[in-house]
């Protein structure tokens, strides 16, 4: 833990912290000292760990990236976290993201963008870490954590990891609790860890997980050991390979790595095969109504009176219009008035109810691909490497949405994903493959995704 504290004060420029907690962590550290001692140690005894500032925690600020939650300090604890420190985790501090989790480069953060640890070749200029889960990944990447909690509703957990060369899985949507966690895109919101290896995020996920009688959308369905899946190998299962995933203008060295790591998994005794997953075109459209329109709800509550920023107005309708005005960031304003559009009358048919059937056909070609004897589909996570910081965040917003291409398809769908360090390309830069699974099937998942590691 000192360690990681040490590490941390000498990597501020990064900005993958929002917040450190070194009292914390270091009572926590002791407490995992004297458990050891007594022989009591349980499964992430002393094992220091990020924690993604979307998660509420017991007494320690929580913005969600933004400025109209500064100040905010739960007295509860997210129960993903709280099954954390349950296994005997220490919380090292909260992380930077994009703010409300929108965003796929941290550059929405209201605390300034986190920088990537890693360079082009040759160059100084910064990199973004992805998003919006940038300071998880970034963090895990620079050793500043040995793992990080990060959410996912359209590729905040996946993105990042390919851009930092980390593994990160998205599991089932139901799989861990959403109680305490910022809400983003209630219908899409996953939690799931960033880490260096297939295994720490299997060691993870297995205590994020489980039963919760406070989020009703949790799956009560018993916890797999995800440890024990990784390295038991893929021989016998079926990969498919969806060709819509093969998008106009993806660079040559993505295409090739994909192949690569078809190979790979033929090698290590899987069936290749080529699927079609018909609808694929339409999710990050149908993405771009469901997630704003919820958004749009759920951020309704931030109004000046009960969370965090309140900025006086001549009546109490001027101090919400002044409090959110003041509080909420570009991009968030963005997805509140999209929201608020595609549900009002006279466009709630023609916007809204026809992304949920287009949702309801994603669901159903992924439906018939298992039925069809697909065990898991192999895609690449981003359809470019990482890019520099400022190269896409004043550009048209769509271009930055494009980047979750291959990720929200799999939140549209309710299913597990994972992202897996696969190579480099000419830059230097890390790129990551992504596998897709059958629903609570994670364990496969981890098998596979530790033959491409
Ligand atoms: N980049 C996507 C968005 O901005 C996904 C974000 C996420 O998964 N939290 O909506």
């Known amino acids: 833990t000192q360690a990681h504290l040490d590490a941390m004060a000498k990597a501020r420029a990064l900005n993958a912290y929002l917040l450190e ?16 001692a007594s022989g009591g140690a349980r499964p992430l005894e002393g094992i220091p760990l990020g924690i993604k500032d979307l998660f509420c925690t017991d007494g320690v600020e929580t913005t969600a990236g933004s400025k ?7 007295h509860y604890e997210s129960a993903v976290s709280a099954n954390l420190w349950r296994d005997g985790a220490v919380m090292l501090g909260k992380l930077n993201l994009d703010e409300f989790a929108m965003g796929s480069s941290n550059e929405t953060s209201a605390f300034g963008n986190v920088v990537s640890p890693w360079r082009r070749k040759g160059s100084e200029a910064a990199i973004v870490p992805g998003g919006s889960s940038g300071g998880s990944a970034a963090a895990v990447a620079a050793r500043l954590c040995l793992g990080a909690t990060a959410t996912d509703t359209g590729g905040s957990i996946r993105q990042p990891a390919a851009f930092t060369g980390t593994v990160g899985i998205k599991p089932t949507y139901g799989r861990c609790s959403r109680w305490g966690t910022v809400a983003f895109a209630s219908s899409l919101d996953q939690a799931g860890p960033i880490a260096r290896t297939v295994r720490d995020c299997a060691i993870l996920l297995t205590s994020m997980s489980g039963a919760d009688a406070r989020d009703t959308t949790c799956a009560d369905l018993p916890v797999p050991d995800f440890e024990a899946s990784v390295g038991r190998g893929i021989k016998g299962l079926t990969i498919g390979i969806p060709k819509e995933y093969r998008v ?11 192949e690569e790591g078809a190979a790979w998994l033929k090698a290590a005794g899987a069936t290749i095969k080529e699927i079609s997953l018909p609808h694929t075109s339409a999710a990050l459209p149908a993405y771009y109504i469901v997630a704003p329109a919820e958004a749009s709800s759920n951020l309704a509550r ?48 023609a916007y809204y109810v026809r992304a949920q059937k287009i949702r309801t056909l994603i669901k159903r070609d992924f439906e018939a691909a298992y039925a069809d004897g697909v065990d898991a589909i192999l895609t690449p996570a981003t359809p470019s490497a990482a890019f520099g910081i400022g190269e896409k965040a004043n550009a048209d917003p769509v271009e930055m949405y494009l980047n979750d291409v291959f990720t929200v398809t799999v939140n549209m769908a309710g299913l597990p994903g994972i992202a897996v360090p696969a190579g480099l390309d000419a830059q230097g830069l890390p790129l990551g ?21």
């Open 21 to 36: 907690t070194p009292e914390q962590a270091l009572a926590m550290a002791d407490a995992s000292d004297a458990k050891i």
């Open 68 to 74: 109209i939650l500064k100040g905010f300090t739960p």
């Open 248 to 258: 106009d203008g993806m660079p040559a060295e993505i295409q090739k790595l994909w």
């Open 302 to 349: 931030y109004d000046g009176v009960r969370y965090g920023l309140r900025v006086p107005g001549k009546d109490i309708a001027g101090m919400y219009e002044n409090t959110r005005a003041a509080g909420f960031g570009r991009e968030v304003k963005r997805r509140i008035m999209i929201g608020t559009y595609v549900l009002s009358a006279g466009y709630y048919d």
């Open 433 to 453: 493959l992504q596998l897709i699974g059958r629903p609570f099937d994670e364990e496969t998942l981890f098998a596979a995704a530790q033959v491409i590691e």
